[in-house]
């Protein structure tokens, strides 16, 4: 499976910016052929896809975040970035990489993703104080 190692998680004041990175290894398939998502989980609440970039390179995002989380992926790093800027207190949650071997659009990568399929990282923590 792919191995996906999570950082850049921590607290921030709202309104402040913060980027998450994934960085992955041990992959079966060329990296560039893997979707790739990050999702978030607060405490209480179901786990909720963020934003996604699909093997044919299109975004797509979560209506909450659009407009000020930015989804990319440095293929010669193997690592994804999520940028997150105009941060919230309802941004606070735990932040899971994932990544599908399938040839997926984001927006379907982002619909069907989910714990069971593909491979997750361990989940890194967000932390937006008022």
């Known amino acids: 499976q792919v191995q996906l190692v999570e950082s850049g998680g921590g607290s921030v004041q709202a309104g402040g910016p913060l980027r998450l990175s994934c960085a992955a290894s041990?992959?079966?398939?060329?990296?560039?052929?893997?979707?790739m998502a990050w999702f978030r989980q607060a405490p209480g609440k179901e786990r909720e896809g963020v934003a996604a970039?699909?093997?044919?390179?299109?975004?797509t995002y979560a209506d909450s975040v659009k407009g000020r989380f930015t989804i990319s992926r440095d293929h010669a790093k193997n690592t994804l970035y999520l940028q997150m800027n105009s941060l919230k207190p309802e941004d606070t949650a735990m932040y899971y990489c994932?990544?599908?071997?399938?040839?997926?659009?984001?927006?379907?990568?982002?619909?069907?993703?989910?714990?069971?399929?593909?491979?997750w990282g361990q989940g890194t923590q967000v932390t937006v104080s008022s």
């Open positions: 041990n992959y079966a398939y060329y990296y560039s052929a893997y979707s």
């Open positions: 994932a990544a599908d071997p399938r040839h997926m659009t984001s927006i379907q990568a982002l619909a069907v993703m989910r714990p069971g399929i593909g491979d």
């Open positions: 970039i699909g093997s044919d390179g299109t975004t």
